[in-house]
């Protein structure tokens, strides 16, 4: 099953930063949009940031200013530039591609930031 591969993750205090990388392997064309999605304990899964391969960016409010979403059509690979982080931030930080045919996930990547 062909997934995409995150990495980036980790423990960090409040105000820190983390950069989060995402790979799609190159038997992946024509990929749409790229997306970066969170799931926190108990709540449901939610739309962090997008990047479409012309480089319109999408955010969500509650990063909007702190979070930064960048791509390289190229090289099939997307990254999520975190700084300000807040406890409230941590989640597990999904990957996602979007193509005409159907979208492709990554594993999950752990992010914890503590107060």
């Known amino acids: 099953q062909v997934q995409l591969v995150e990495s980036g993750g980790g423990l960090v205090q409040a105000g820190g930063s983390l950069r989060l990388s995402c790979a799609a392997p190159?038997?992946?064309?024509?990929?749409?949009?790229m997306n970066w999605y969170r799931q926190a304990p108990g709540k449901q899964r939610e739309l962090v940031a997008a990047?479409?391969?012309?480089?319109?960016?999408y955010y969500a409010d509650s990063v909007k200013g702190r979070f930064t979403i960048s791509r390289d059509n190229a090289k099939n690979t997307v990254t999520l530039q975190m700084n300000s982080l807040k406890p409230k931030d941590t989640a597990v930080y999904y990957c996602?591609?979007?193509?005409?045919?159907?979208?492709?996930w990554g594993q999950g990547t752990q992010v914890t930031v503590s107060s």
């Open positions: 996602n591609a979007e193509t005409m045919a159907r979208d492709y």
């Open positions: 190159g038997t992946i064309r024509s990929i749409k949009t």
């Open positions: 990047v479409t391969s012309g480089g319109s960016t």
